[in-house]
């Protein structure tokens, strides 16, 4: 890990240089640097392990993706577009991956956090469903971060029943949506296969929907 932060800041040290501050050839390093600040790059993988990233990553990782996703979006490219979604997705996981499971491993301002996500996470969403069509596997792995979302903004907003559970429904759709394309995924393969001869977009969706299925029996 610490070899591959020293190569992507190299990476981008070297693309400031010759190019300046906001050269496409840095997004990519920034991207990938930010993933590794992140820890695991997953949300769910985070709260399932309860894993706790220091502020200072947290911060680190926030303003490379954003670095990143400034030069993508000044480059207006299809494939730029595309970076950009998934930019977005990463900050609204980095956002959830900061909220943590149990609402207090940060001083922070939960639903301020929880609405940083849903904002990020949006946006992907609508950039991926334009892109890519609405029965994409990246759409249905937006649905569920932007489920898990709700869940947090639901458990901040206990105190207020009503809008409590509103979120509640929210996240609801969210996970039904994610799991309606993950099993639309699986129903074209044909074969009978173990999981370990499962081909990995069936594993992944696999995993998706299981986790989908975990949130809603959490409900």
Not at 63 to 78: C, G, M, P, Y
Not at 85 to 105: S, T
Not at 130 to 158: C, F, P, Q, W, Y
């Amino acid at each position: 890990r610490d070899k591959a932060i020293t190569c992507y800041s190299e990476a981008i040290r070297i693309s400031k240089e010759f190019f300046g501050n906001n050269h496409i050839s840095a997004a990519d390093p920034m991207q990938n640097l930010a993933v590794l600040h992140m820890g695991t790059g997953s949300a769910w993988t985070a709260v399932s392990k309860e894993e706790i990233q220091s502020d200072n990553s947290d911060d680190l990782a926030f303003n490379l993706f954003k670095d990143a996703l400034d030069i993508h979006r000044n480059e207006k490219t299809s494939q730029s577009e595309l970076d950009a979604a998934l930019i977005l997705y990463k900050l609204g996981e980095l956002c959830l991956q900061k909220i943590g499971h149990f609402h207090n491993q940060y001083n922070i301002d939960i639903l301020k956090t929880v609405d940083d996500a849903l904002k990020y996470l949006s946006e992907s969403l609508k950039i991926r469903k334009l892109m890519l069509g609405e029965d994409h596997a990246e759409v249905g792995n937006t649905h569920l971060l932007i489920g898990i979302a709700h869940v947090h903004r639901s458990i901040a907003l206990k105190f207020d029943p009503s809008k409590a559970s509103e979120e509640v429904e929210k996240a609801s759709i969210a996970f039904d949506s994610a799991i309606k394309i993950h099993r639309s995924i699986l129903s074209a393969f044909s074969f009978d296969a173990t999981d370990d001869e499962l081909p990995d977009a069936c594993v992944s969706s696999r995993v998706i929907e299981a986790h989908c299925l975990f949130y809603l029996g959490g409900e």
